[in-house]
């Protein structure tokens, strides 16, 4: 299991990209989305998310995601880069 440890953020706001934020939590997954394409796209933009924490081993964790119309390659990355930036004790 991936521990979070400290708050962390990828990305930007910038158009066709991202931005995660991810925090400790105590208990299971919270995530809020926010997206310019929510009613269209915000079912499988949640589901890559939540295979992303799946695939890095995080159950316990609140991750805000603020979507500008990005790919799913860049939703991974931004994701994968906030879990690892979270779970390092610098």
């Not at 990355?77 to 690892?84: D, F, I, P």
Request: charged share 30%; net charge negative.
């Amino acid at each position: 299991m991936t521990e979070i440890i400290r708050a962390a953020s990828a990305g930007t706001l910038e158009s066709s990209d991202v931005y995660v934020e991810i925090e400790p939590q105590a208990q299971g997954i919270e995530l809020e989305l926010e997206s310019v394409v929510l009613g269209q796209f915000g079912d499988a933009i949640e589901a890559t998310v939540r295979d992303v924490l799946t695939q890095l081993q995080v159950e316990n964790a609140h991750i805000h995601v603020v979507d500008r119309g990005a790919l799913d390659c860049v939703i991974r990355a931004r994701v994968e880069t906030a879990v690892l930036r979270g779970r390092r004790k610098d």
